[in-house]
């Protein structure tokens, strides 16, 4: 398969179908294949890219297909076929058919009336007629038009994600945040029914749907709740650093766990809150990432 892919993106095709091909090499083997697969779009090559990564294709498509059982259900941006996918599989039992006809009546185009600030980004993102409604020490504000329209709940199997939003270090909700302060990410999960093993989670992801990572404890079987009763209630909150730079973000939220005796994702919401990081008129940094970079430059010896 590395074999067949490497020769295949090593001429000059009009058009080049990848099906999989990525999931058989390594991470250097992956991030070649990428730089290539970019510059036969640089040049006008047409990909046919077909994954059931939904990073991938987030990452490397401009235009997303959702097929099921050989019917195109959606057609749109990747970031919205990537979450709609990612609801479906993620959705059993009878109800799945009806998510499908959800689905298959949305319009995969369609961008939130709040969610792309106007194409603005970076410096520009915040509107110049917005006021701080709450200020802190940090200058953290809470904007309330800055809500998602993309909150995508996947099926719920006896939980519930409920609240979500980030606080400051005083306590306050806001959404217009500063690098490099403190805050938290925070919601509240309601039990229907009794799990064993559950874990949170959280993500960072971009407008467009790239994932900058998160943190879980599915992993840690100390750090997870052996049993949960139904009609609990439990508090989830994620402490950090912000070192992203000025633009606008979404976080996800999860909750995973033993239901019946299976593993499974209990809930998931999608796009759960939607944040800004506040420019910065000092910051030379370009990206997403902060990485508190020094610069300096010195004569070179003889």
């Known amino acids: 398969m590395r074999l067949a892919f490497a020769i295949a993106i090593n001429v000059e095709p009009d058009i080049l ?24 779009q640089d040049r006008g090559g047409t990909i046919l890219f077909v ?26 941006s990747p970031k919205n076929v990537a979450k709609q996918y990612q609801r479906f599989v993620n959705w059993t039992g009878p109800d799945s058919e009806d998510v499908r006809e959800q689905i298959k009546k949305m319009d995969g185009w369609a961008e939130p009336a709040n969610g792309d600030d106007n194409g603005k980004t970076g410096a520009n993102a915040i509107d110049d007629d917005l006021s701080p409604i709450s200020v802190s020490r940090d200058k953290s504000w809470y904007d309330p038009s800055l809500a998602p329209k993309t909150r995508v709940d996947f099926e719920s199997k006896g939980a519930y994600i409920r609240d979500p939003q980030i606080v400051n270090a005083v306590g306050q909700v806001v959404n217009n945040i500063d690098s490099g302060n403190n805050y938290t990410y925070e919601y509240w999960v309601d039990f229907d029914n009794d799990a064993e093993q559950v874990g949170f989670g959280m993500g960072v992801l971009t407008l467009n749907g790239f994932s900058f990572g998160g943190t879980n404890n599915y992993q840690l079987p100390d750090a997870k709740i052996a049993t949960v009763k139904a009609g609990a209630s439990y508090h989830v909150q994620f402490h950090f650093d912000c070192v992203l730079l000025p633009g606008t973000y979404v976080l996800n939220s999860g909750v995973r766990g033993l239901s019946q005796g299976e593993e499974c994702n209990l809930t998931r919401a999608m796009d759960a809150v939607m944040f800004r990081v506040s420019p910065q008129k000092t910051s030379t940094s370009g990206g997403h990432i902060d990485f508190r970079m020094k610069l300096t430059v010195a004569p070179a010896g003889n």
Do not use: P, T, Y
């Not at 294709?57 to 959702?66: D, G, K, N």
């Not at 099921?68 to 749109?76: A, K, Q």
């Open 17 to 40: 179908v990848i099906d999989e091909a990525l999931a058989v090499g390594d991470e250097a083997f992956q991030r070649k294949c990428i730089a290539r697969i970019q510059q036969i």
């Open 51 to 76: 994954s059931h990564s939904m990073q991938s294709v987030v990452q490397l498509c401009s235009r997303a297909i959702l097929l099921d059982r050989g019917e195109m259900i959606m057609e749109g």
